[in-house]
């Protein structure tokens, strides 16, 4: 890498930089603990702090439950991801076979077609199946997704032939060139892969609020949006203030975890995602 | 390449059993849909191809697509360049604060979106947010972030590029890895100036993540609802209805034969601007 | 109901079919729409009420209003001990019309907003013989805006009354006596003696957000007896009295007399609290905002009727309101119209959610029940309220509440027409539309993107 030492113009426009970014969490983190109606009336301003909107969220939603079910989530999607994307993103990357555009191609589409028009289709297949309100309906449709055998895809293509050849002539199988060559080397692309999956399938909540209707499978998501609808909605009648102070208190606790775990690895995140290096 | 007979079919088959199994059903459906006039309730009735014609024929519809490319052109190319400095900056080992800086910039993309929006509309409020204070004791005026139609798009864009520069950075870094530190080395014997160094030899590397990186927040930016529904509720006057804001409303006002064909056209149209994209962004040694 | 007519069978000749030719022979299997059925007519339960027995699931929004309700149903279990409710806060405008639409683990009952009941008809029980008993004591309007082709459809649950919110003491200070606010002329010539005495005063607060005017301007065009659709959906805002309305605005936006804000967000709130803004037309539920938003006016507020548009009208239109859905999947239909048989009509049930309770000491003050032996001014829910300088809120509100008009059900784009109409508003609230613009540029839009694709 480059590693040249920054100057301090540098360090000023980071520094700066840094505080832009870290505002509006520190705004949100800040206001979830401030009576309700002042963080309307007073937005700008901390005076008294409270657990008030904390109280209200635990009375109103499950937010425990939602945590546990986004964690059961995230296990059992995530692990299909980790192996069946990067397996697929090889296959598309390192072969040639009969349809293999025509494949990639239906790949693609699945990502560009906007999952909102999907919705309600899938909702009545679910109905068909008789799987609304269950864990498989929440994990099953999109567990591999297009997106990550795209990047998975984009990643190994640039591994130099000769390194999976040399693998074939030691008498690997495919799979074994696959386990024993291809992904070591991608470690650092699976790194960035691991954080980018944890990342959309917390945050996923299109299909959640749908999939779901009993308390006991709601993720944290789907908590979420119960809380945000009296704020985006129409503002009708008389509670909105309340609940955008439970809305914060929830987000707050939503994204902590996640926060905290990110202060506690980026080290390694980030350093799993340059680790070695494919010489080409 | 090598072409091996049944393993590779194996190893994709994953996918799309999956697809087989939640992605053709919906996808055939939906199909069907945008040829009928169907509003979730009574008989669907078949329509032809006038959902489409009427779309291609709405000025709303155009008006969508506009905005989304307006947001696009505010959003993609800052990201790219962006996202590739902080990811060069934050590999670099003699960056003091390293893990400070890493965590700042990319803590936002963890955030729940629905409730860091709430705070965008406080702190771009025309009269009490931060922005226009900071403004004013600049000595300057105050501007009308989120309720003119000049500043709604870049306010939102802001916001957009907030939340997922994170993303890109991310991305980004494991393309630099790819980047052997000894060709920087040869490179400074060479005497490059480091402006050089960083033209000529980090971003021809990664291109290839760019690309990808492109296709990906051309999507993302063309299917974008969630931040103006919050924020902006698509306004003022229409200016922030991104293309996936307005398919939203076809959705939720159950309109679903027409949300369905502005789905295929909105698929048609960002297919073709992937394809555009990773052609300018292609390595040039490389053919497929 | 008639969602496609899709069995498992035919799911997986779909699903699993990859190849085109399995795809295309599953086509019709997976049509969507069959042919329109009758919707399922609720029948009053046969069950006396101490053999009524089951479960049912019941979505409310949540919130503070959740609370309400939750102690309100304990009420209902007290009456009814064999009746389990599961009671869930659950994001209903995000999840009510799929779950319909797909038919599968539907509620027993929702609350949902009175105008999206009319679009969904189809789905929902046909109330109409279980409320023909409280039809007669029940407001015209909520009953209006639930009746689709003769058929009700929602148990109406609250009217929110628009009223005129203003500052007594400015008032009182300006000469001006709130009692001659008869009509709306009235309150332009008051707003101009206001501004007289204080230059810095915008007295009439216009709104600013679209959805929010567009549901202010259906009050005041309800208060005349009109709204957006006839009964049979078609389209009168060319009409004398939307032209009254907008020319009314006009008038007061040239006089300066305005003060344009987004409802209840900091600069509005700001604007409020520095005395700048004097007359407030709104709904009940603003009443929140002294009672909670406002600081340095806190307790200078009052409420009055609506003035009316011509001399004798009536002085008040609604603004928003919900009611209660069965649906037609629901698996215990009648255990269900007996909880909102309860809340809507029976004295323990309106009582526990309107009067004094844990979460509103004083009782519930943003709306009042549509149910007319529950509106009694003499008998009022809810306490007179400090914040109003201790004013009888309840008095007013159901008096005003007794005069608004029967309408017609709200159409199924109401909230589209947003796009077109409430923008329009906005620009004639700054000056860059007439009202005649406003009228015919909605109406066109309105007829081609929304009425003309119904």
Same mark, same amino acid.
């Given at each position: 890498m480059n590693n040249t030492r920054p100057g301090l113009a540098q360090y000023a426009v980071l520094a700066l930089l840094a505080i832009v970014f870290l505002y509006p969490i520190w705004w949100a983190l800040s206001s979830s603990f401030k009576p309700a109606a002042e963080i309307i009336t007073s937005p700008l301003s901390i005076g008294e702090l409270t657990l008030g909107n904390y109280r209200a969220m635990f009375a109103d939603v499950p937010i425990g439950t939602g945590f546990a079910n986004t964690a059961l989530v995230l296990l059992v999607k995530g692990a299909m991801t980790m192996f069946f994307a990067p397996l697929a993103g090889y296959a598309f990357a390192k072969y040639d076979f009969p349809f293999k555009n025509l494949l990639f191609g239906t790949v693609l589409l699945t990502l560009m077609l906007p999952t909102l028009v999907l919705i309600i289709p899938l909702l009545l297949e679910m109905s068909a199946l008789g799987w609304v309100n269950t864990y498989q309906a929440l994990i099953l449709p999109g567990s591999i997704d297009a997106f990550s055998i795209f990047w998975m895809r984009q990643t190994i293509a640039a591994i130099p032939n000769e390194l999976i050849d040399a693998g074939r002539v030691d008498g690997a199988g495919e799979f074994g060139i696959f386990a024993k060559v291809v992904l070591p080397v991608i470690r650092p692309g699976l790194a960035a892969l691991a954080v980018l999956t944890t990342m959309n399938v917390y945050n996923d909540f299109v299909w959640p609020v749908v999939a779901v209707n009993d308390t006991s499978h709601q993720t944290l998501q789907v908590v979420l949006s119960t809380l945000a609808q009296n704020v985006t909605g129409n503002r009708i009648g008389a509670d909105f203030a309340t609940v955008w102070g439970e809305l914060l208190a929830a987000g707050s606790i939503a994204m902590l975890p996640l926060l905290v775990i990110f202060v506690l690895l980026q080290r390694h995140f980030i350093n799993g995602i340059l680790a070695g290096s494919v010489k080409g | 390449m090598r072409s091996t007979r049944l393993s590779p079919y194996l190893f994709i088959a994953p996918f799309f059993v999956v697809f087989a199994a939640f992605g053709i059903y919906p996808l055939i459906y939906a199909l069907q849909l945008s040829f009928m006039r169907w509003r979730g309730a009574g008989a669907a009735r078949w329509v032809g191809v006038d959902n489409y014609l009427y779309l291609l024929t709405s000025p709303d519809f155009w008006a969508s697509l506009g905005n989304s490319a307006v947001m696009w052109v505010l959003i993609v190319p800052l990201q790219v360049v962006a996202g590739l400095g902080g990811a060069v900056l934050l590999a670099n080992a003699r960056l003091r604060l390293r893990g400070f800086f890493r965590v700042a910039f990319i803590a936002p993309f963890v955030t729940p979106l629905v409730a860091m929006a709430q705070v965008w509309i406080v702190v771009f409020d025309q009269d009490y947010g931060l922005i226009n204070y900071l403004l004013n004791l600049a000595g300057l005026p105050d501007v009308a972030w989120l309720t003119s139609t000049t500043w709604s798009k870049p306010t939102l864009a802001l916001l957009f590029l907030w939340k997922t520069t994170g993303f890109a950075i991310i991305i980004l870094l494991a393309g630099l890895q790819a980047v052997p530190g000894g060709v920087y080395e040869a490179a400074a014997l060479d005497g490059a100036s480091r402006a050089r160094q960083f033209w000529s030899i980090t971003v021809p590397l990664v291109r290839r993540s760019m690309a990808f990186l492109v296709v990906i927040q051309t999507l993302a930016v063309f299917q974008m609802f969630a931040e103006p529904y919050v924020?902006?509720?698509?306004?003022?006057?229409?200016?922030?209805?991104t293309a996936g804001l307005y398919l939203y409303n076809h959705i939720t006002a159950s309109d679903l034969g027409t949300g369905a064909a502005n789905s295929f056209l909105l698929v048609l149209l960002v297919f073709g601007l992937s394809l555009v994209s990773v052609r300018l962004l292609r390595p040039k040694d490389e053919v497929s | 109901m008639s969602t496609p007519p899709l069995g498992r069978r035919g799911f997986l000749q779909g699903a699993l079919g990859i190849g085109a030719l399995a795809a295309t022979g599953s086509l019709a299997a997976c049509a969507p729409g069959g042919t329109a059925t009758q919707p399922s007519k609720l029948a009053a339960p046969s069950a006396s009420t101490s053999a009524a027995k089951g479960e049912i699931t019941i979505w409310n929004r949540s919130g503070d209003l959740f609370k309400v309700f939750d102690a309100a149903i304990a009420k209902f279990r007290a009456a009814y001990p064999n009746v389990k409710v599961n009671h869930q806060a659950v994001d209903i405008d995000a999840k009510l019309a799929n779950t319909l639409i797909s038919g599968t683990d539907v509620p027993d009952g929702s609350f949902w907003d009175d105008a999206k009941i009319g679009g969904q008809a189809e789905h929902l029980f046909d109330l109409t013989d279980l409320i023909a008993p409280y039809k007669d004591q029940t407001s015209p309007y909520k009953l209006s805006v639930n009746t689709v082709d003769g058929k009700i459809y929602g148990v109406p649950w609250d009217l929110d009354p628009g009223l005129l919110w203003y500052r007594e003491d400015i008032l009182d200070s300006a000469g001006?006596?709130?009692?001659?606010?008869?009509?709306y002329d009235d309150l332009i010539t008051a707003a101009r003696t206001v501004k007289e005495k204080d230059p810095e005063t915008r007295p009439i607060h216009l709104e600013k957000t679209p959805f929010l005017s567009q549901l202010w301007l259906e009050m005041l065009a309800g208060q005349q007896g009109?709204?957006?659709?006839?009964a049979q959906g078609?389209?009168?805002?060319?009409s004398e009295e939307y032209r009254r309305i907008f020319t009314w605005i006009q008038t007061a936006v040239k006089d300066d007399l305005v003060t344009h804000a987004p409802y209840l967000e900091p600069a509005d709130v700001k604007s409020l609290d520095d005395g700048r803004q004097v007359f407030v037309p709104w709904a009940i539920w603003w009443s929140f905002a002294p009672q909670?938003?406002? &600081?340095?006016? &806190?307790?200078k507020w009052r409420a009055a009727p609506l003035p009316a548009w011509t001399p004798g009208g009536a002085r008040s239109g609604a603004m928003g309101g919900s009611s209660f859905v069965i649906p037609a999947k629901a698996k215990n239909p009648e255990l269900a119209w007996l909880l909102y048989e309860f809340l809507c009509f029976k004295e323990p049930g309106y009582t526990a959610v309107?009067?004094?309770?844990?979460?509103?000491p004083g009782g519930l003050s943003t709306s009042i029940p549509s149910y007319i032996p529950a509106a009694d001014p003499a008998k009022p829910l809810f306490q007179p309220i400090e914040a109003l300088g201790g004013q009888d809120l309840w008095k007013v509100a159901v008096e005003a509440g007794a005069t608004i008009p029967a309408a017609t059900p709200i159409p199924w784009w109401w909230a589209q027409s947003v796009d077109y109409l409430g923008n329009n508003m906005q620009r004639l609230m700054e000056g860059k539309m007439s009202p005649d613009q406003v009228i015919s540029e909605s109406a066109e839009k309105i007829q081609r993107n929304l009425i003309d694709r119904s």
């Open positions: - | 924020v902006t509720q698509g306004g003022p006057y229409g200016s922030t209805t | 001006v006596d709130p009692a001659s606010l008869a009509t009109t709204s957006l659709t006839d078609k389209l009168r805002l060319d909670q938003l406002l &600081k340095a006016t &806190k307790g309107y009067g004094p309770n844990d979460v509103y």
